[in-house]
């Protein structure tokens, strides 16, 4: 049963993915994209630019990568084979998709015309690159703790920790210009998507010890 419903759950994502996808390329942006990206922007809270300045800084450029292969050799080095493989591979394999989407997709980035732009990027805007690393790889580090640590105060923050970028993550890349809230959502369908093929790689791996 447990498997019946995950899988109807990955089916679900791939259909919504597929709908928001066709729609991202036929339409630059949606109207409810400037009304909650405005409505983003308007935060006035002490502290909250630097919290989307520092949330987004983690998944730009080679901080990324640096973060991901630091984790995975990490991993490595303590005999985590398993877990230190399907990090590096999966992220990297989620970093190429990502890419594809976007060159299949062809939809621009926001534009200062309808919202502040904070930060400007070339390349194209649907689904978001930051929001998909963020799910694969700290995800995967939430998956890793779960089914390792054992129950406590300390798992707790741990889980925390790594929880609080993905839900940081898309505000951040909205309040910044980067991206429309559809971009977004695109992200974390695309990042649970991968996510999951990640956790379902790993448990196999783990199970069989052929890593």
């Given at each position: 049963m447990k498997r019946l419903y995950l899988g109807l759950g990955f089916g679900i994502a791939c259909g919504l993915f597929t709908i928001l996808g066709v729609s991202a390329h036929r339409f630059s942006y949606f109207q409810w994209d400037v009304s909650i990206a405005q409505w983003i922007q308007a935060t006035t809270l002490v502290g909250f630019h630097s919290l989307m300045l520092a949330t987004s800084w983690m998944g730009t450029g080679g901080t990324a990568w640096w973060i991901t292969i630091s984790a995975g050799v990490a991993l490595l080095a303590f005999k985590r084979v398993p877990a230190g493989v399907t990090c590096l591979v999966g992220v990297g394999v989620g970093s190429l998709l990502n890419r594809v989407l976007k060159y299949l997709i062809g939809r621009p980035r926001p534009t200062d015309e309808l919202i502040e732009v904070l930060i400007e990027y070339p390349n194209l805007s649907f689904p978001s690159g930051h929001v998909v690393f963020y799910v694969q790889f700290f995800g995967f580090l939430f998956y890793f703790m779960?089914?390792?640590?054992?129950?406590?105060?300390?798992?707790?923050?741990?889980?925390?920790?790594?929880?609080?970028?993905?839900?940081?993550?898309?505000?951040?890349?909205?309040?910044?210009?980067?991206?429309?809230?559809?971009?977004?959502l695109g992200g974390y369908l695309v990042g649970g998507i991968a996510l999951f093929l990640m956790a379902v790689n790993y448990a196999r791996f783990n199970r069989t010890g052929n890593l």
């Amino acid at each position: 049963m447990k498997r019946l419903y995950l899988g109807l759950g990955f089916g679900i994502a791939c259909g919504l993915f597929t709908i928001l996808g066709v729609s991202a390329h036929r339409f630059s942006y949606f109207q409810w994209d400037v009304s909650i990206a405005q409505w983003i922007q308007a935060t006035t809270l002490v502290g909250f630019h630097s919290l989307m300045l520092a949330t987004s800084w983690m998944g730009t450029g080679g901080t990324a990568w640096w973060i991901t292969i630091s984790a995975g050799v990490a991993l490595l080095a303590f005999k985590r084979v398993p877990a230190g493989v399907t990090c590096l591979v999966g992220v990297g394999v989620g970093s190429l998709l990502n890419r594809v989407l976007k060159y299949l997709i062809g939809r621009p980035r926001p534009t200062d015309e309808l919202i502040e732009v904070l930060i400007e990027y070339p390349n194209l805007s649907f689904p978001s690159g930051h929001v998909v690393f963020y799910v694969q790889f700290f995800g995967f580090l939430f998956y890793f703790m779960a089914r390792r640590k054992k129950p406590g105060w300390q798992r707790f923050a741990a889980m925390f920790l790594v929880g609080c970028p993905i839900a940081l993550v898309g505000v951040s890349r909205v309040y910044l210009g980067a991206h429309w809230p559809s971009d977004v959502l695109g992200g974390y369908l695309v990042g649970g998507i991968a996510l999951f093929l990640m956790a379902v790689n790993y448990a196999r791996f783990n199970r069989t010890g052929n890593l």
